[in-house]
């Protein structure tokens, strides 16, 4: 299986740019996506195939990557984007998905 | 508007199997799979599989074949996920999700397995 690697989490004060990490144990090409889960509710596609915004998702946030390098960013940080961050690879089969980043703010 | 509607937690005993619906709405059902996920503290999201819901034609992943049966009712445009032979491992939220990049989840289902 494509093992997704993210960093386990981040804490940064609002304002501030956040970048978060997502190396894949092999290619999965663009087909890498984001999502935002809160707690007590469902992930949230924020960004689709790397670098495409979801519908009605701010500007805020961004992707970037191909192949086994992925990263998004959130910039500028905001109070409410406390959440865990996943990342999801639909290239390979089975599906996967990263073990997520807790974003925290100072 | 899309909306996937799953249906209310579960609480069964080892060995048992539970049923767990999605009912869409808000889009031409067929047009479309239907994904399952799991989520667990644990072992935090997993796919399970999806079903073509035009066809009825499955794909699992390995780890779930055995465990999860798929299957859907284009009548009522729900899809339905049966976990089988359940032990405590199989207690999580499970997920239904729309398309690939799944821009769309259900709310999730709470299935707890204890004696």
């Known amino acids: 299986d494509t093992v997704l690697t993210q960093s386990p989490a981040l804490a940064v004060s609002p304002g501030e740019r956040v970048t978060i990490s997502c190396r894949a144990s092999?290619?999965?090409?663009?087909?890498m996506h984001w999502y935002q889960q809160k707690p007590g509710q469902q992930p949230k596609l924020l960004i689709y195939?790397?670098?495409n915004l979801a519908s009605g998702v701010p500007a805020r946030f961004s992707g970037s990557g191909s192949g086994t390098d992925f990263t998004f960013t959130i910039d500028p940080v905001e109070a409410d984007d406390i959440a865990t961050y996943y990342c999801?690879?639909?290239?390979?089969?089975?599906?996967?998905f990263g073990s997520g980043t807790k974003l925290e703010i100072k | 508007q899309v909306q996937l509607q799953q249906s209310g937690a579960e609480l069964a005993k080892p060995g048992s199997s539970v049923k767990i619906s999605c009912k869409a709405s808000?889009?031409?059902?067929?047009?479309?799979?239907i994904s399952w996920i799991k989520q667990t503290t644990g072992q935090g999201l997993e796919y399970i599989g999806y079903?073509?819901?035009?066809?009825?034609?499955?794909n699992y992943n390995e780890k779930f074949k055995g465990k999860a049966t798929l299957t859907v009712d284009k009548s009522s445009s729900t899809a339905f996920m049966q976990l089988s032979s359940l032990t405590p491992d199989d207690s999580a939220v499970y997920y239904c999700?729309?398309?690939?990049?799944?821009?769309?989840w259900g709310q999730g289902t709470l299935v707890t397995v204890s004696s």
């Open positions: 999700a729309r398309g690939w990049g799944f821009a769309y």
């Open positions: 808000g889009y031409t059902f067929t047009s479309y799979y």
């Open positions: 079903i073509n819901t035009g066809s009825g034609g499955t």
């Open positions: 092999e290619s999965v090409s663009t087909l």
């Open positions: 195939k790397a670098s």
């Open positions: 999801h690879q639909s290239w390979n089969s089975p599906l996967t």
